[in-house]
């Protein structure tokens, strides 16, 4: 029997990306172990909390660090896989100080924080990245920019291509106009106001308060909708008030019906900094809606390919003229998908089995 490790800095990560891929492991044979914060995804599973830290250079990742060698040392993975930045870091590190030679590692970037610039950004991320190269047996990269920075300094053994983790598509059934409507009736929609959605964590990354800023010189009938938490809301909070938007704009905070929220609006609408493939931005079209989001990598694949619209991602007055065009075209929301078939998990998992080579005995 397989044993597999999924590293990730939430748990929460495992549920948003990686349950039909544990699950397709446990049916083939595979004991699967998850590490990170939280508790397990998955029944099934064997977990091992780790206190991660967001911070590169916090201590508190020492610990981290030597607990999960350890944990490795002592299972003797088959393959350890990592997802994201730090804990990606972090799990092929461990790796290494385990000295488990014949461990696979296999690395999922959900897209590099930085650019190849050559900011003093860029040149710190990669220092770390090439610290763990000759252990990244495979890895996988799901956007253009980040496929030509991993060749460019092979950051991996074998490097390959993948469409995402893959959309759920039975997630996001049609639903009734009589439920959007009660949607949008919650929303606080008047008329044939436009309805703008923004989904993810308040953080400088996502970068909400540009498009509040925009908001600010918008000339039409209009509601902006934000979905999510995290430790930027409030400051994003006295920025409408200071802008004098606060009757424009919705804060959900956690919302758990996406589909429904996505289908009630008509435009989403992004000002990240660093993506990787957007869950939020494919979801958004599968479920008919526009997309306006920054010239980022990952936004700009999906944009380009979908036929939305582009804007640098500091630039509020871009993004204003932006929805300022949304709203002369009027509230629309198509109910078939917009979503190229080949990022949905029906065709993206097949894929990636292979690539990253899950398998069982």
């Known amino acids: 029997m397989k044993k597999i490790l999924m590293t990730a800095s939430e748990s929460s990560h495992f549920k948003n990306f990686h349950i039909p891929y544990i699950k397709y492991m446990q049916e083939r044979g595979c004991r699967v172990f998850t590490a990170s914060r939280g508790g397990p995804a998955l029944g099934g599973v064997e977990h091992t909390t780790l ?9 508190g990742n020492i610990g981290v660090l030597l607990k999960l060698s350890r944990l490795i040392r002592k299972n003797g993975f088959d393959t350890v896989y990592t997802n994201s930045t730090l804990a990606g870091f972090i799990g092929r590190a461990a790796v290494i100080l385990s000295r488990r030679k014949r461990t696979k590692t296999v690395h999922i970037c959900h897209g590099y924080l930085f650019s190849d610039d050559g900011s003093l950004r860029s040149r710190v991320y990669l220092f770390f990245e090439r610290l763990v190269r000759k252990r990244t047996d495979i890895l996988a990269v799901m956007n253009r920019e980040d496929m030509e920075i991993a060749e460019k300094y092979s950051l991996g053994k074998r ?11 039975r997630k996001f059934p049609r639903v009734q106009e009589e439920e959007i409507r009660k949607m949008q009736s919650r929303l606080g929609r008047r008329g044939d106001e436009t309805l703008f959605l923004c989904v993810g964590e308040f953080s400088p990354r996502k970068n ?5 800023e925009a908001c600010a010189g918008l000339e039409g009938d209009y509601r902006m909708v934000f979905a999510g938490d995290g430790r930027e809301l409030e400051a994003c909070r006295q920025l409408c008030e200071k802008l004098g938007v606060t009757d424009r704009t919705v804060f959900l905070g956690h919302f758990e019906n996406m589909n429904l929220l996505y289908r009630s609006c ?16 494919m979801e958004a079209l599968y479920c008919g809606e526009d997309i306006i989001v920054s010239d980022v990598k990952g936004n700009n694949d999906l944009a380009r390919e979908h036929g939305g619209m582009i804007y640098p991602y500091s630039d509020a007055a871009g993004l204003t003229e932006l929805m300022n065009g949304q709203l002369l075209k009027g509230a629309e929301n198509e109910a078939q998908s917009r979503l190229a078939e080949k990022y949905l998990s029906d065709k993206v998992l097949p894929e990636n089995v292979k690539f990253l080579e899950i398998n069982g005995n």
Not at 208 to 212: L, Y
């Open 266 to 281: 008509h435009c989403l609408i992004s000002a990240s900094r660093f993506e990787g493939l957007p869950f939020n931005v």
């Open 159 to 169: 490097i390959v291509f993948i469409n995402g983790m893959g959309v759920e598509s």
């Open 208 to 212: 909400q308060k540009t498009i509040i």
């Open 51 to 59: 206190n991660f830290r967001k911070k590169l250079f916090h201590a």
